[in-house]
Nanobody, 115 residues
């Protein structure tokens, strides 16, 4: 069984920064892509950023230049550094980790940006 544990969410003022972490544990051979998604109230879940096992990254246009995704393969952990946060970044953030057979989701962590 695989578990994903997220941390790092919270309340921050506009212009501030937060760093999210998501650590995978359990029984698995290797991790493929890792990513972050978010869901604001009344909206569909949307992609924020992804990173491949080789380190290639992809970002939503709305976060380019402000957010940085990274991973530590030795720790099976993916990070999301969020700078210059805006009120519209307020959402529940979910990490997603792709293994050979399926994708696992984290439990979600709330990020609230006040104006």
């Amino acid at each position: 069984q695989v578990q994903l544990v997220e941390s790092g969410g919270g309340l921050v003022q506009a212009g501030g920064s937060l760093r999210l972490s998501c650590a995978a544990s359990g029984s698995f051979f290797s991790i493929n892509d890792m990513g972050w998604y978010r869901q604001a109230p009344g909206k569909q879940r949307e992609l924020v950023a992804t990173i491949t096992s080789g380190g290639s990254t992809n970002y939503a246009d709305s976060v380019k230049g402000r957010f940085t995704i990274s991973r530590d393969n030795a720790k099976n952990t993916v990070y999301l550094q969020m700078n210059s946060l805006k009120p519209e970044d307020t959402a529940v953030y979910y990490c997603a980790v792709d293994f050979i057979r399926r994708r696992y989701w984290g439990q979600g962590t709330q990020v609230t940006v006040s104006s």
